[in-house]
Nanobody
Framework: QVQLVESGGGLVQAGGTLRLSCAAA????????MAWFRQAPGKAREFVAG????????DYAYSVKGRFTISRDNDKNRMYLQMNNLHPGDTAVYYC?????????????????WGQGTQVTVSS
């Protein structure tokens, strides 16, 4: 069983930064793609960023490109999301997800394991 635990969320002012972390239990972490999704109140969950197993491929939603950076440390079984220049529109619960495949995808259905989420609130 794969367990994913997010941390690092919180309350920050617009223009501020946060770094989210996702800790993954389970073997061969580096064999699988990982991603961040988010869900704002009253909205559907949306793709934020994804990274392939060996970090060769990274993908970002248009709304966060240039502000957010996804990374992973396979030796520590961890994935990160550095979020800079945060906007109130970034307020959401952020989820990490793991695929059954090496690659990344923007499709929610491609992600098999999910964490419980961490709240990010950006005040104006």
């Amino acid at each position: 069983q794969v367990q994913l635990v997010e941390s690092g969320g919180g309350l920050v002012q617009a223009g501020g930064t946060l770094r989210l972390s996702c800790a993954a239990a389970g073997r061969v972490f580096g064999n699988f793609g990982m991603a961040w999704f988010r869900q704002a109140p009253g909205k559907a969950r949306e793709f934020v960023a994804g990274i392939s197993g060996g970090s060769q491929d990274k993908d970002y939603a248009y709304s966060v490109k240039g502000r957010f950076t996804i990374s992973r440390d396979n030796d520590k079984n961890r994935m990160y999301l550095q979020m800079n220049n945060l906007h109130p529109g970034d307020t959401a619960v952020y989820y990490c997800a793991r695929s059954l495949l090496y690659s990344t995808s923007r499709r929610e259905g491609a992600w098999y394991y999910w964490g419980q989420g961490t709240q990010v609130t950006v005040s104006s």
